[in-house]
């Protein structure tokens, strides 16, 4: 259950300047993604006159908190729409998470800009490229983002790559194709980033024990939770066969999976094209690209729950389940019927989405077996994801 919204004027404050509990709210939605952290927040509210004029002449780009009765955080962001509603001095309130702010910053902003279009990293590692965008790209606007860096793995491998200096900081972290954190790790596990809780990075490595777990059942004997599960298994995004292409047009050798070849068909594709010319860094993008998709997992658009526990199967909200977190359905099918990994790859789940809805008490999540699509879950609730 929602706590309350707090509404203070900056990054800085430490007491709220306004503060509504659960029952002056109406229409709570929030969301959060992978890539990410909080992503946006939506809510109604009825104030008085003089709260209706604060928040449509001074409350833009102050920072909100959601908070759960137990105090756990829910969504941290900053306002960035106020919309009057035909109910006199009444307002609907949208916020986006602080992620946004490296939608904000163009990348020619950061250190060793030249006349040239690109910059180049060299043989920099996913925490020291985001370290010298929070030192250089952020200098002037520091309040926005923490400094703290204890949540950015340093694991990645060194990149070599030139970046169009007219993308903002956001796409060149998460570009499905050059993107910093999509060469991942020395050992091809793949990243997560997000900003959360007071405004830390974080980048994480995908699927480590580190991050929450949440069960919810198909059986009503056991509790239920599972309102719709649309699972099915599809040779979409098998890719067994890979290679990268990078310099001016040279090709990296190809790599395969021969046990995937054989259980299906070969499956080729182009990693990516990059402006490296090293083509270690090349063979590193074409072996993580292999390590996921090299085999057959489900499909699963957005999972609809009602009720979801902890591993200790302590009952907890909904709306504690943030993008990033793990979720296991342990009811559908049999280890007895599945090898034990393709058991895993059809019951437990990474998820990249989440949205809650509070007024209709219910959650709905994608998880990373499909590419899924944020804006239309939040069409379905009256919310317009940023850009």
Known sequence: ?????????????????????????ERVVHAS????????LSFELAVSQIEFKNWLTDRIDGKIH??????????????SEVLPLATNNAVKVTAEGYSANFKDVVF?????????????YSAQRPDQIISDMLTNGFASDGLQLSTDLRFIDSSGIPITQAYDKSWDLHRVITDPSFGVTNFGTTDNKAYKFAVWDDRKIHLTVSNTTGSRIWKSFINIVQGGGVVDFPNRVTLDKVRNSITTIFSTGL??????????ISAFHRIEYVAAVLTSTDAT????????ELAKFKDLNPRTDAIALNRVW???????????????????????????ILAQNAFNATRVFEIIEVVCDHSQGSVFITPNSD?????????????VARR
């Not at 259950?1 to 709210?25: C, G, V």
């Not at 959601?66 to 306002?79: I, N, Q």
């Not at 090709?251 to 995937?260: I, K, P, T």
């Open 33 to 40: 993604k992978i890539p990410g952290g909080y992503e946006i």
């Open 310 to 336: 902890d591993t200790f199967l302590v009952e907890h909200s909904l709306c504690e389940i943030r993008a990033g977190d793990t979720l296991i359905i342990p009811d559908f099918l049999s280890p007895l």
């Open 251 to 260: 090709f990296s050798s190809q790599v395969e999976d021969a046990a995937s």
């Open 1 to 25: 259950m929602i706590r309350d919204i707090k509404f203070y004027p900056n990054t800085t404050s430490l007491q709220p300047e306004a503060w509504y509990d659960i029952d002056d709210l």
């Open 108 to 120: 020619k902003g950061v250190t060793n800009s030249t006349a040239d279009y690109s910059k180049s």
């Open 371 to 383: 590419a899924g699509d944020l804006g239309s879950l939040l069409a379905k609730n009256g919310l």
């Open 66 to 79: 959601l908070t759960k009765d137990s105090g756990t955080r829910l969504f941290e962001g900053r306002v």
């Open 281 to 288: 860094i090349a063979d590193a993008r074409r072996d993580l």
